[in-house]
């Protein structure tokens, strides 16, 4: 008896939604990824506006420990404090508590991203940096209609290497306007794991 499209849409529907053998397991991820990738995640950036509105975070540079304003960085060539950092760009701490994400966020954190106009002192932005995944940090300084100066708020002071002094505004994804904690970890160990297997077999 030759089986129907039916019976045969509906054996693949078994295979991977109700089995539970490794192949199945392994077919089940492959499409959960592929709808995550290709349907979920471009259905997520057209209503957000950007083509990248989640990001994992894979550094420490934004991340806010006890006595974080006295913590190290860089004024003009001399060591500093942070405090004294933003003071000299006339952003004060009472002010920089008003900011989104003003205690920073860790490494492992997702961030949901979303496609502004224009950005401001505070906002949190995701942008392009060559040979580098996207980088998130924080707007210190305007300075013009489409040109930036962003820093990580633990970093000693903008990444020359990245730009940061003179980030356009064409680079720019988006800012983060919420933030998921540790469910980051699952992309970081992923990828980790990937490196390593491709270690292995060099």
């Not at 939604?17 to 259905?43: H, N, T, W």
């Not at 952003?91 to 003003?102: G, L, P, V």
Request: with cysteine; hydrophobic share 40%; charged share 25%.
């Amino acid at each position: 008896m030759i089986e129907s499209w039916q019976d045969k849409l509906y054996n693949v529907y078994e295979f991977v939604f109700v089995e539970d053998g490794p192949y199945s397991i392994a077919a089940f991820c492959l499409v959960a990824y592929l709808g995550i990738r290709f349907i979920v995640f471009p259905v997520i950036g057209f209503v957000a506006g950007t083509s990248l509105p989640i990001v994992a975070v894979i550094s420490n540079s934004m991340v806010h420990g006890d006595g974080w304003e006295e913590s190290p960085a860089m004024c003009d060539g001399s060591p500093c404090s942070q405090e004294e950092y933003y003071e000299r760009r006339n952003i004060s701490m009472e002010q920089f508590e008003s900011f989104r994400f003003d205690e920073g966020f860790n490494k492992g954190d997702v961030m949901l991203v979303r496609g502004e106009d224009s950005y401001e002192v505070g906002d949190v932005v995701v942008y392009r940096a060559a040979n580098k995944p996207p980088i998130i940090h924080r707007v210190i300084e305007v300075k013009g209609s489409d040109e930036y100066v962003v820093k990580g708020d633990n970093n000693y002071a903008p990444m020359q290497e990245t730009g940061e002094f003179n980030l356009d505004e064409s680079r720019i994804i988006g800012s983060a306007y919420a933030r998921l904690p540790f469910l980051g970890w699952v992309k970081i160990g992923l990828v980790n794991a990937l490196r390593s297997v491709a270690e292995v077999m060099v």
